[in-house]
């Protein structure tokens, strides 16, 4: 066999006591590649800079290899030739035939002034047992973070912990934040179902867009595959995972309360933060004086988000008892037109539906759902917190029209 061999060698040509003919020995090259010759990369780089044979075009490092082992001059002086494509793609780019591609200038953000611009997003903190006591019940939540970071400060504004995020406590959990702190201008989303809710469950915005649309604060919720607009608090969520949850790895919801609040204590007011609006000091440290945030309203309009959907328009076919659903309402248009496709458009001034086919404007149809009336904040909030539970529903179970 060839490795009985190999050894039989090895040891026949060792001294006695020698070890060292023992120990594997490494079968990488012990001296460095011979470079290639000066005559050769004149060559190369003069078919590059003067195609031959009449090539009408810049030749690659394959065409290159081509016409150097055609050379005659340097198959009659015996220099060795390159053979990897690699090689003369190093030699083009060193001279100076390849230009290295120059990163896309980046333009930094603008700062926004604090406490105007907060991001929203969700972190992973934990799973946890059941809270029945029972030590053996199965691991069945994951304990979740609603993080919400300042955009012109890097600061921590609130992080709340639940077990049980949906589109209903979320709303809930945002209310508690800007009962708190007050109402920024803006809030950045992403497309998280509890934020904006999931396909098919609405023609119109979700509720939680909704109602920071009706308290004065302007929503952007990114497009998909887009963390990076929403950085800031995504570079939280990596500071947090790395010296808070792997260090302290809660296991209930309590733990991850508790180690949650001494970091967000941490972060805010002790940690050295390298963002360009703190320099390297802790937010508080940066900003020791932050803005009030007005306050939220006594008295909500519960119909202030119209403009959101003003211009939209819907491809609809009429049923056969002539009625169109829009956003979980039926509007009649007519029986005659049943089995038609119509084009449902949305006049917020006007607060209704204008119905059309083709060019024909069937109908005009005042918008349903609405309130009419301003509402307290706490009742409008109740009243959000239940459309947002319903909302939610209508993922598994979508219901029928209203009447």
């Known amino acids: 066999m060839s490795w009985v061999k190999k050894w039989r060698r090895r040891l026949g040509r060792a001294t006695w006591g020698d070890d060292a003919a023992l120990h594997s020995r490494s079968r990488a090259r012990k001296h460095p590649p011979p470079g290639v010759p000066p005559p050769v990369v004149e060559r190369l780089l003069a078919i590059r800079d003067a195609p031959p044979a009449h090539l009408q075009r810049t030749p690659g490092p394959r065409a290159i290899l081509y016409f150097l082992h055609r050379d005659p001059e340097l198959r009659a002086a015996g220099l060795p030739l390159p053979r990897s494509t690699a090689t003369v793609w190093r030699l083009l780019r060193r001279h100076g035939r390849i230009a290295r ?111 920071l649309t009706c308290l004065g604060v302007a929503v952007q919720v990114n497009p998909p595959r887009r963390p990076d607009l929403n950085g800031y608090v995504e570079r939280f969520h990596r500071t947090f995972e790395e010296e808070c949850l792997r260090v302290h790895q809660p296991a209930t919801l309590a733990a991850a309360r508790e180690v949650t609040a001494a970091f967000r204590a941490h972060y805010n007011g002790e940690r050295p933060n390298q963002a360009r609006s703190c ?82 404007l069937l109908k005009r149809l005042p918008l349903r759902g609405l309130r009419e009336a301003p509402l307290p904040f706490e009742w409008y909030v109740t009243q959000m917190e239940q459309e947002a539970r319903i909302h939610a529903g209508r993922r598994r179970w979508p219901s029928r029209p209203a009447a």
């Open 101 to 211: 591609r120059r990163p896309a200038p980046r333009e930094p953000w603008e700062l926004a002034a604090p406490m105007t611009s907060w991001q929203l997003d969700f972190k992973d903190v934990s799973s946890v047992r059941g809270e029945r006591g029972d030590p053996a019940a199965k691991w069945r939540h994951v304990v979740e973070s609603l993080d919400c970071v300042d955009c012109g400060t890097s600061l921590l504004v609130d992080a709340v912990v639940r077990d049980d995020f949906t589109e209903e406590t979320a709303l809930t959990a945002v209310a508690d934040l800007l009962r708190a702190h007050g109402r920024p201008q803006t809030i950045t989303l992403d497309r998280d179902p509890r934020f904006v809710g999931a396909a098919g469950t609405g023609d119109f915005p979700s509720p939680l867009v909704r109602f």
């Open 279 to 360: 320099g390297n000091r802790p937010p508080l440290a940066a900003f020791p004086a932050l803005p009030a945030l007005p306050p939220v309203p006594p008295v909500v309009d519960p119909d202030a988000w119209l403009p959101l959907v003003e211009g939209r328009r819907y491809r609809r076919a009429v049923k056969a008892n002539g009625s169109v659903v829009v956003e979980h309402h039926r509007y009649y248009v007519g029986r005659r037109w049943q089995g038609q496709r119509v084009l449902v458009a949305v006049a917020a001034d006007a607060r209704e539906l204008a119905v059309w086919r083709g060019q024909a």
